[in-house]
Each structure stands twice: as C-alpha cells, then as structure tokens.
C-alpha cells in the first residue's frame, strides 16, 4: 500500500540554520497524526514541505506516491489534492465567504459557476458558517474565519488536509468549534497532518502523535504513549511545560 | 542657566505653562492682525481687481472654458491616467519580479521618469518626429499630451502600486498556492485585486497630480481645439492684456481637484475602517 505522505531524509535550511535535520516520516491513508514540540523545533516547515510551500533542502517527499520533490512534477495539480489550513487563516478578504469557496473550484478545477456554489454551500454548512456565506471574512469572527477556511481546502475534495496550528490564532472560547470540525473529519476518514498545541485534541483524535524538538522526530506512536507515557526525556520536559504551565 | 541652583530667586514666580501659552496666542493674533492691516492698506484693490477680476474679460472666457479647455484638460489627464494606470502596474510586477533584468529595467525607468521635470518630458516630446523620422505619435496633440502625462505618471504609478503589492500578506499567495492556483493565476485572482484596492486613495492623488501636470501641455505649442485650461487661459489673458482668465482658469482646476482631494481623503478613512 503507498503512503499517504513520506518523508525521507527530510532537511531544510534556511540560510545557516538548519531547521529539519533529517525527518523520516509516514502517514497512512485514512491517518491522523499529530506533529507537537515546542516553537522553533521545525514541525510547522516539516508541514510547509509536504506541499512544497517550502523547498526542502535535501531528501524526498512522496505524496500518494508521487514524488512532490521532483523537478519535473507539476506541484499545482499535485496540491489540489493536499488541502491546507493556516495558523491565520488566510481567507481572501476581497471576497465573500461563499467567493472564497468557490474561486479555486472555479478557477483551477474549473466547475461551473452553479455547481462551484453549490459544492462551496454544502462545505459552509458541513463546517457549521452556512449562514455566513455573502459575509466578507473581517465580518467573521476567527472561528468562524478558520471554519470557512476548511470548507475552502475542502471544496477541492482533497485527498489529505494539513493543518498549521489552525487554533492558535483563535481567542480560546472559539476553539472548541474549529475542534469540532476537525474532529468531525477524522470520523470520516479524512488523511490528516496537523500542527498543533491542543494535547486534548491530539490525544482523543490522533492515531498517532509526533514530537519533535530540534529538527528531528524524537518520539513517535500511539497518542495514549507519547501523551500519557512518553520515553524520551524531551517529551516529558515538553509535556510537563505545556501541561503545567505554571509550575 | 541649567547649573543654577533652583533655590534661587523664589520670590519671581515662574509663568506657568498656561499662561505661557495664551501669552504666545495673542502673539500669534497681534502679527496676523497687523499683516492684515498692512495688505488692506497698502494694496490696490481698485488695480487687482481690474487685472485678476474683470468681470466682462472673466465673461469672455465663456463658454469654451467649459466645452473646450476643461473638456481637453480632462482627456489629458484621464488619457494620461489611463496609460500610468496599465503601464504602471506592468513596471510595478516588472519590479518585483524573479527575473532580474525585468527588475533592473523597471528601476531604470522609474529613476529616470521620477528624476527628471516633467516640462522636460514635454520638450523631448516636440523633438521626437526629429528624432525618429517617420514617427508620428497617434491622435496629434492628444497623443503627445497623453504620452507625456503618462511617461511620468507610470514612474509614479509604479511605487503607489509596488507598495500596495507589497502590503498584501504572503499568505494570501500561498493560500492560493495551496488551493493549486499557478503563481500567475494567484496574482491575478487574490493579489493584485487586494493592492489595487489598497492603492485607490493614493491613485487618486496621482490622478490629481496628472490633471495639474496636463498644463504642460502648453508647451507642445498646442493650438484651436487642442488648448486646454492653462493654455487656453494664458492665450486669453495675452488678448485682453488681462490676468482674469488665468485666475477663471485656476478656479476651474480647482473645481475638479478639491473634490477629488475630498474624495481621496475619504477613502483612505474607509479603508481604514475596514480593514
């Protein structure tokens, strides 16, 4: 069976600072993982590189099997299968929600106007904004911006979705929601790559959990392990930090 | 004065700062008051108004200032807007662009077009049938006034854009990336639509600078149906021997360009709000 995502030998500098020393990772059809550590341990560009929004340095990474890394490969139409939320969300603010649903339907998958609308209206709904779609994003609240920033990524019917810390920008009574939502496409099978902070979220919903801390990958497996017992010393620094932050 | 011990003398109080300040207000009032006298007494208002407000020379302006020289100043400027506006996002794009030679010959232009007085531009332009043999620019005087306007205008035209460009978030581009949209289709879709937005009160101004410019045009000796506001002022004033036309013409240019300031102004707030 071919991967979902592979890393291999992943490294990425920028200028002289080596911020992935070497990942190998893979993700499994139908997978959540989780990607945790601290800031500056190099998980938000292990997730950049998946799609290339960062050119790895050195090593490969294969998407469904295809190498993304590939001079030759056309990386627009690779990404239309790889969505992708942003720490800030990112939605286009000249537009509409429901435009912001419907323009990369329209312009790179080239649906029809109707049919762009009413996939983008199913996907607002699924995620909760249906009633938001003729409001311009600075009229959202950061919830309700992220939610539509995922019925965006998921209009394209995209293979597997990376997540960049998508509740880390989001005042804490609003991040319930945008759980939800996730949580809700991981019940449905969706292949999901996510950075993130909430260890309640990574430890209820992930099949697996990452922690990474300077560069590399330093603990792997099962969320009820690395959480709840993890082996490595790092890890348990880590977790006792974010678990007890007052300490 | 600083090394003085602040023991001294503590019978003289201080002005404090309030006094201090209606002390230098009503300074401020005794000059303006005693400029003013001195202009009503010494001016000859009986002289100026003959010379800058001659009701009869002032009526004689009419009504080509309106159906002719206002008409022509305006397609001037719009036309030369028109040009700054295209050839001024092409150098913006061509400025930022990951081809360096694209890069070094937008800055060329901009430097150059930017450095140089426009009335030169104007000049240069009358030579050109000289220099290039042949070559006619299309729609006469039209044509050399908006080539002109729009020269300057795009070196112009091309830093209000770059900036606006610029101030869109690199996010913006790669959420469009991400969504599979090309580089190019990423800024055409969602980042060029976000900077033209972001540079419209700025345009504005740029619109107003033109419409003032379009007096140069004055210098293509230009002539009948091609004058425009300060040409068509200067030929009347030259008549009558008389400045009045030149001040109607003044008014009529500010009859547009206030507006338009407003206009800007008012924008920039909106945009403000919005964002």
Redesign the interface.
Same mark, same amino acid.
């Given at each position: 069976m071919t991967h979902a995502i592979e890393l291999r030998d992943l490294h990425k500098h920028f200028g002289r600072n080596e911020v992935l020393k070497g990942i190998d990772l893979a993700v499994e059809p139908g997978q959540v993982v989780c990607v945790i550590g601290p800031s500056g341990s190099g998980k938000s560009t292990l997730l950049r590189c998946v799609?290339l929004?960062e050119q790895p340095t050195r090593g490969k990474v294969f998407v469904s099997g295809v190498e993304v890394t590939d001079p030759d490969v056309d990386i627009? *139409?690779i990404? #239309?299968h790889?969505? =992708?939320v942003?720490q800030?969300f990112?939605?286009?603010?000249?537009m509409t929600a429901l435009q912001n649903v419907m323009?990369?339907q329209q312009?790179?998958?080239k649906r029809g106007r109707r049919e762009a609308e009413v996939v983008a209206r199913e996907n607002l709904d699924k995620v909760g904004v249906g009633a938001k779609c003729d409001a311009l994003p600075?009229q959202l609240s950061g919830g309700q911006q992220q939610r539509v *920033?995922i019925a #965006?990524?998921l209009a =394209?019917n995209p293979d597997l979705m990376l997540f960049d810390e998508p509740t880390s920008a989001l005042d804490p009574e609003l991040v319930g929601d945008v759980l939800t939502v996730m949580r809700k496409l991981a019940e449905e099978g969706m292949t999901m790559l996510v950075v993130t902070h909430e260890m309640g979220f990574a430890r209820e919903v992930a099949d697996r959990v990452v922690f990474m801390d300077g560069g590399v990958v330093v603990e792997d497996g099962e969320p009820a392990q690395v959480i709840g017992d993890p082996r490595q010393e790092r890890t348990r620094a880590f977790l006792h930090r974010v678990l007890h932050p007052e300490e | 004065m600083a090394d003085q011990p602040k023991t001294a003398e503590p019978a003289r109080a201080r002005l404090s700062p309030r006094k201090k300040q209606q002390i230098s207000r009503g300074i401020q009032y005794v000059v303006l008051i005693v400029a003013l006298v001195a202009v009503v007494l010494y001016a000859d208002w009986g002289s100026l108004a003959q010379n800058f407000a001659k009701p009869e020379v002032a009526g004689a302006a009419l009504p080509e200032l309106f159906t002719v020289a206002l008409r022509n100043t305006i397609i001037y400027a719009v036309g030369g807007f028109i040009f700054s506006f295209v050839a001024g996002l092409v150098l913006a794009l061509m400025r930022l662009s990951q081809v360096r030679p694209y890069r070094w010959i937008a800055i060329v232009y901009i430097e150059i077009f930017r450095g140089l007085p426009a009335l030169l531009i104007f000049l240069l332009i009358v030579f050109l049938p000289l220099a290039l043999p042949g070559f006619e620019v299309p729609f006469g005087t039209y044509g050399q006034g908006i080539l002109g306007l729009g020269l300057v205008g795009s070196a112009y035209q091309a830093e209000v854009f770059r900036a606006g460009l610029q101030a869109v978030p690199k996010g913006q581009t790669e959420a469009a990336r991400s969504l599979g949209m090309s580089a190019t289709r990423a800024q055409v879709t969602v980042v060029i639509p976000q900077a033209v937005r972001m540079v419209i009160p700025p345009t504005t101004n740029q619109f107003v600078a033109l419409l003032k410019d379009s007096s140069l045009v004055l210098f293509l000796g230009v002539s009948g149906e091609y004058v425009e506001l300060a040409k068509f002022g200067n030929d009347l004033a030259s008549e009558h021997a008389n400045a009045t036309p030149i001040m109607v013409a003044g008014l009529t240019y500010l009859l547009v360009t206030i507006p338009l300031g407003y206009l800007a102004s008012r924008l920039e707030g909106r945009k403000g709000r919005n964002r």
């Open positions: 799609n929004l627009d *139409a990404r #239309r790889i969505g =992708m942003f800030q990112n939605l286009f603010p000249h323009i990369a312009r790179v998958l600075g *920033a #965006r990524a =394209m | -």
